[in-house]
């Protein structure tokens, strides 16, 4: 059974129903995300730690979600960010080691 978008919306409003509402949205979403991910960073490790910024992310701010897109679209676009800032300071902590290996 597929849990349609909107009714997991309406009942993370409700403060009684939001954890069962996020659960529901892993359910539904964590797979997809981490393959994402994974495609971008390659490592098992690495994407699995972005998986959880990435719904820490989500919880945060759904509340904000204004649905001017799909919420996959939204979460991808969360997961997208949350791998380019991981790719880039993984390649300017490199580009420092190698710096500090060569002036050594």
């Given amino acids: ?7 997991i ?3 993370f409003e409700d403060a009684n129903t939001r954890h069962e509402a996020f ?20 490592n098992h490790d690495d994407a699995d730690d972005l998986v959880q910024d990435v ?5 945060k701010n759904l509340s904000n ?4 897109a799909q919420l996959y ?4 676009r969360i997961a997208t960010n ?16 190698l710096m500090m290996y060569r002036n050594s």
Avoid: P
């Fill in 82 to 97: 949350e791998s380019v800032s991981f790719l880039n300071k993984r390649k300017l902590k490199t580009i420092f080691l």
């Fill in 23 to 42: 659960s529901l949205l892993l359910n539904k979403y964590q797979q997809k995300v981490y393959w994402h991910i994974r495609r971008m960073v390659l």
């Fill in 9 to 11: 919306l309406q009942k």
């Fill in 1 to 7: 059974m597929v849990i349609a978008d909107d009714y």
């Fill in 73 to 76: 679209t939204w979460i991808y």
């Fill in 65 to 68: 979600f204004r649905q001017d």
């Fill in 55 to 59: 719904f820490i992310k989500v919880w």
